[in-house]
């Protein structure tokens, strides 16, 4: 199976992506569709890319665009707005026109000009609803343009029967068919806008532009290279004005740099040489900026964020389905019990009465708010989350991350500080360096910390290496080196000796970690190492307690290691010694009781974090463990995890609140639009505007989700 991405534009709410959904995935070879409205673009999982032809025929077939690009997207965008924007102003001047002829002008040539006029507003100003119903129709699809366009059409209908004298009504309707286009084109720019608002961050990350590199080449010659083409320890000059366009380590003295893509703060950032830049940084700073890149620009951080907001927006969590799902069916049901009050009233009282009720149910009927309820409230979270250096890979995720009852936390490099650092060895210095070349090649905070300490240049080794997670390393040349924890020396039948338990017992108190050092089978020695827990790890434990969820450690790390922690850390429940298929058990053990949040950061924890309820990585989080993550820290700070938390109750509190009121309001007003209330009634005008207070109350109170959570 293959995947085909596309930008699809004229999407006017959460129905239109259902429609494309549904029609996509009945073509042969089409194994799924995903189609999101507010991020205007669609996912295909295809038999083959030979299909691509078939679905962008069968997108244009509905009504809808494809587009080659985000620029013609943007494009696209900000001409459907003018046009709206010309098609609304034009409408309310001609609907004021019309009020004022059916209150104040009698006679036939009012009733002519009041025609023409209403004709404009609703065939003219409000084509693009009869034009959507009908390619849906085709398609056997009924979607909230079916509802506007019948509503319209009947009301304006009905009066032209009064005019010719086949019904004997009171006045005529022409203002109310105009008043609904209005209305429901009010209410489209103001969606409108709330989606620009929404989609301002994912634009700023789109428009810096990293495409070109100064490469500074070994005779210090300058080249101008594609930055796709850029190697890891290449050195990249970057000018005033430009973005950096790798990932680095700043090389010159010092720089001034705009982090605002990334942060939101408009003050630039001072950064030293030796110090680490992100791809996307602007230097504000006169004079040039010297970058040695770390990766190359297809996996900067900027690149992973770009991909990471493009699948967030495109995903849907379960209770948007759900409601996709119901809208969905809900304009059918609409349109069945419409033609049941037209038959009701038709019997019972004349045509007149039946065409006004079966008009104001299908006009207060819309499912808009229904269907923006959820999209609208998740695209502002995710914004907000961007904005405080949280990146959601999984929406899906932050509807689970409010319900968790467990929070599983590796400890070194989450609970504490990613850095170890040597405290006390009784190596040998020969048997200490070479232990250290052999950790240089594990990317493991241990060996990071060993590396540190290395006091010569290290030598490339060429010998095989066999890196076991969550117990060390096994190294062979013309000897065989084993370097990890007592598990590992156990299982390698390795005997530590008693002198080394000694120094063991004598420091392990301060220093817990331990590197014990193998050669043929004959322990060398061992190597201590301490770390600090982070300043904010008792601040997000107190935050779980208070939410009561259990915290837990699941360390791979030594008992006595894991035990001080823990005690520091107030936390009752830990695993040490814990092997990567031991955490899974562990995780998979605690989900049994409820649902259960992981946060690690190494390879190791990859495992953890792909099976629990919901994963956290670390911003310092091997590539692995992000790929395995729901959730992933751009900022390395524990405090973005109780943020998150708190984003995935606010959210799940303002979706359940606007989808509680769009259901309130249908199951309140239909009945009412029915007049199936004695003491009051509902005209197809004031129908139509009871309408659109219901899209715009639940997009204003999913904006509320922008503010930042205290």
């Known amino acids: 199976m293959q995947e085909f991405r596309v930008k699809i534009g004229k999407m006017t709410c959460v129905n239109c992506a259902n429609g494309i959904e549904k029609a996509c995935k009945k073509l042969e070879g089409v194994k799924d569709s995903s189609v999101s409205y507010a991020n205007s673009s669609g996912v295909f999982l295809v038999e083959s890319l030979d299909l691509k032809a078939k679905i962008i025929q069968k997108i244009n077939a509905l009504g809808f665009e494809v587009l080659n690009d985000d620029e013609s997207l943007d494009t696209l965008k900000i001409k459907e707005l003018q046009k709206l924007k010309i098609n609304l102003f034009l409408s309310i001047g ?11 002008v009698k006679g036939d040539i009012s009733a002519l000009v009041q025609i023409f006029l209403a004709f404009v507003v609703v065939f003219y100003c409000g084509r693009s609803f009869f034009i959507h119903a009908f390619k849906a129709l085709m398609n056997k699809n009924l979607d909230m343009n079916s509802l ?5 059409f009947v009301a304006f209908l009905y009066s032209l029967l009064v005019f010719f004298g086949v019904f004997e009504g009171e006045g005529f309707y022409f203002e109310s ?3 609904i286009i209005v209305f429901v084109l009010l209410g489209k720019f103001l969606e409108e806008n709330a989606k620009f608002k929404a989609d301002i961050y994912q634009k ?12 500074i080449k070994d005779n210090e010659e300058l080249e101008e290279i594609s930055s796709s083409f850029v190697k890891i320890g290449d050195k990249i000059l970057v000018k005033s004005g430009e973005s950096v366009c790798v990932d680095g380590i700043i090389e010159s003295d010092f720089a001034e740099l705009d982090l605002s893509f990334l942060n939101g703060e408009f003050v630039p950032v001072v950064r030293k040489k030796g110090e680490a830049v992100l791809a996307g940084s602007v230097l504000v700073s006169s004079g040039v900026l010297v970058v040695r890149a770390e990766k190359r620009a297809i996996d900067s951080t900027l690149e992973q964020i770009r991909d990471l907001i493009f699948k967030a927006s495109a995903s849907k969590m379960p209770i948007a389905r759900l409601a996709n799902v119901i809208s969905a069916y809900f304009v059918g049901f609409i349109i069945v019990f419409s033609v049941c009050v037209f038959g009701f009233y038709a019997l019972k009282n004349d045509l007149n009465q039946a065409f006004l009720h079966s008009c104001a149910v299908l006009l207060i009927s819309c499912p808009c708010a229904l269907g923006l309820a959820t999209p609208i409230a998740l695209i502002t979270a995710l914004s907000n989350a961007a904005r405080n250096f949280i990146f959601i890979k999984k929406p899906e995720a932050l509807e689970l991350l409010c319900k ?40 493991h905070p241990i060996s990071k910390a060993l590396i540190q300490s290395a006091k010569k240049p290290l030598v490339k080794l060429e010998a095989s290496v066999q890196s076991l997670a969550g117990k060390g390393i096994i190294y062979h040349d013309e000897d065989k080196f084993v370097a990890g924890n ?16 000694n120094f063991v017992r004598e420091n392990q108190q301060e220093a817990p970690v331990l590197v014990y050092f193998a050669k043929n089978d004959l322990c060398l020695g061992v190597v201590c190492l301490k770390n600090a827990l982070r300043a904010d790890a008792r601040d997000l434990i107190r935050y779980f307690e208070e939410q009561k969820i259990t915290n837990i450690i699941l360390s791979g790390d030594n008992e006595k290691s894991v035990e001080n922690s823990a005690k520091a850390l107030n936390i009752t429940h830990f695993k040490a010694n814990l092997s990567p298929e031991q955490k899974l058990e562990s995780v998979r053990s605690y989900q049994k009781q409820g649902l259960s949040l992981f946060v690690g950061d190494g390879i190791n924890d990859s495992a953890a974090l792909a099976l629990a309820d919901v994963g956290i990585a670390m911003s310092s989080a091997s590539a692995m463990a992000k790929s395995s993550g729901d959730f992933i820290l751009i900022k390395d700070e524990l405090s973005k995890i109780a943020y998150v938390h708190k984003l995935s109750l606010k959210t799940m509190k303002i979706i359940k609140l606007n989808l509680f009121w769009a259901f309130l309001y249908n199951i309140l007003c239909i009945p009412i639009a029915a007049g199936f209330v004695s003491f009051i009634s509902l005209s197809p005008h004031l129908a139509a505007l009871a309408m659109s207070f219901s899209s715009i109350s639940v997009v204003l109170n999913s904006l509320r989700l922008r503010k930042n959570l205290t």
Not at 204 to 215: C, F, P, Y
Not at 486 to 501: F, G, P, Q, S, V
């Open 148 to 152: 506007i366009s019948l509503g319209s």
């Open 177 to 179: 068919a105009g008043m």
């Open 486 to 501: 007592e598990k590992l020396m156990k299982e390698e039948n390795i005997i530590i000796d008693e002198a080394t338990r």
């Open 94 to 104: 001609l609907c004021l026109v019309l009020m004022y002829l059916e209150m104040f």
């Open 404 to 443: 968790v009852k467990f929070a599983l936390f590796d400890k070194t490099g989450t609970l504490s500080e990613e850095k170890l650092s040597v405290f006390k060895s009784n190596l040998s210095e020969e048997n200490f360096e070479k232990l250290v070349q052999i950790e240089s090649l594990n990317a």
């Open 204 to 215: 700023k990350l789109q428009s810096i532009d990293t495409k070109k590199a100064t490469l």
